[in-house]
Every structure is written in structure tokens, then in C-alpha cells.
């Protein structure tokens, strides 16, 4: 237990739902980071928030909205997928943006079909 | 263009020896280093992390090496237990502190074999 947990854990989506994916942390950070794992690539950050703002966008598509209501919970918004953006979405926090200790969630596991 | 690469995608290692896992870098701006452990159907949890003004850091079992010349680094298990067996990610970030951006490696998967 890492203090940082997503729901759901597996998600199966047509592409034309609308789904949102969760992360909640209790560990009294500041920052939280949304990242993608595809297969056989390098973790990708999509989105860090700064103490509710957001700091950075990574030049996700539009397709991926997020949302950082308050410091402990974040969410991504999935709205018309692609089968490609297939792949594990991690939630992470750290103490504040330099994330080089970042806690990872579980992950949830998208497939969209 | 991967900056952070981990050429190996898999490893074994007979239990009780010494696993050592490879990451190369590119982007010379790098000024610390992490190694993240992955276990399946979990997120990574950080492991052991080194600043570029060292160029060694040891926490138990775990040690990590940097070369700043060679743009290497590797991290050495020793002795490997089968609970070792996970993916094993290096990141690397740069910029000032409070500003930094993680990146990763594709990872290496280490397998223990008792």
C-alpha cells in the first residue's frame, strides 16, 4: 500500500463512452501526475498538478481531460478514445513537483475497444 | 528519441548471486537518478535514487553505480532473492529542485530463479 490508490482497476470502454478514471492520496502531497505505460515503451507523463493547478500538459490530445478538485484526488476524463491509447494509466503524487520520489498508484488497466 | 534506455528487457539470475541491471542516458542535463521496482498488477515503487555529484550509493542489498562519463548507470543486487523478481525501471530527471521531470526507461524485467 503506497497511500495512492486508482479506481478502477481494469476498464473497458467503446469509442464512443465516456468514462473517468480516479486517484486519491493520503499522503499529504502537494503534486499529482498522471502517466501512461504503453507496451514495450517508457512510462509517458501526461499531466502534473501543482497544488490544484495544473503545471503541465505534455501535449496529450484532447480526448484526455483531467481534473484536480482538491490536493488528495485526481481524475482523467476519457471521452471518444482511439484503440491506441490502450495501455496502463498510473496516478502518482509527490511531497511537491520535483517528482523524483513519486508514489505510484496501481494503475488501471484501459482497453478500449 | 529515448533518453533514458534500458537495452535489456529481460533478465535471470540464479538466487543468491549478483543481478546487475544496465540504463544508459543520453541528455547530459541528467542530474539524478532513479531506479523504480515493478511488481505485476502494482504500480513502481521507488527503490534507490543517486545525484550526479556521487557516483555510488548503497541501501542494503541495493547499490546503485554511476558513470557520468559513459552517460551509465546500473544498479547491482546482491545476493538476488526470488522476491527481486519484478521490472525494474530507471529514470533519470534534471532541472532545478522543486521543477524536476521524471524520465523513464522502458524497463528490464528480472527474473530469480531459486
Known amino acids: 500500500e503506497t497511500g495512492v490508490t486508482q479506481t478502477p482497476r481494469h476498464l473497458v470502454m467503446g469509442m464512443t463512452n465516456k468514462k473517468s478514471l480516479k486517484c486519491e492520496q493520503h499522503l499529504g502531497h502537494n503534486a499529482m501526475y498522471w502517466y501512461k505505460q504503453s507496451a514495450k515503451k517508457p512510462l509517458e507523463l501526461m499531466f502534473v498538478y501543482s497544488l490544484e493547478e495544473r503545471v503541465e500538459n505534455n501535449s496529450v490530445p484532447s480526448r484526455f481531460s483531467p481534473e484536480c478538485p482538491n490536493s488528495s484526488h485526481l481524475f482523467l476524463h476519457l471521452h471518444t478514445l482511439q484503440p491506441e491509447d490502450s495501455a496502463l494509466y498510473l496516478c502518482a503524487s509527490s511531497q511537491q513537483t520535483g517528482n523524483t520520489e513519486a508514489f505510484f498508484g496501481q494503475g488501471t488497466r484501459l482497453t478500449v475497444v | 528519441d529515448q533518453q533514458v534506455k534500458q537495452n535489456s528487457p529481460s533478465l535471470s539470475v540464479q538466487e543468491g548471486r549478483i543481478s546487475i541491471l544496465n540504463c544508459d542516458y543520453t541528455?547530459?542535463?541528467?542530474?539524478?537518478f532513479l531506479w523504480y521496482k515493478k511488481y505485476p498488477a502494482e504500480g513502481p515503487t521507488f527503490l534507490i535514487s543517486i545525484s550526479s555529484i556521487k557516483d555510488k550509493n548503497e541501501d542494503g542489498r541495493f547499490t546503485v553505480f554511476l558513470n557520468k562519463s559513459a552517460k551509465h548507470l546500473s544498479l547491482h543486487i546482491v545476493p538476488s532473492q526470488p522476491g527481486d523478481s519484478a521490472v525494474y525501471f530507471c529514470?533519470?530527471?534534471?532541472?532545478?529542485?522543486?521543477?524536476?521531470?521524471?524520465?523513464f526507461g522502458t524497463g528490464t524485467r528480472l527474473t530469480i530463479i531459486p
Open positions: 529514470a533519470a530527471s534534471e532541472g532545478n529542485f522543486g521543477n524536476e521531470k521524471l524520465t
Open positions: 541528455n547530459s542535463m541528467f542530474d539524478y
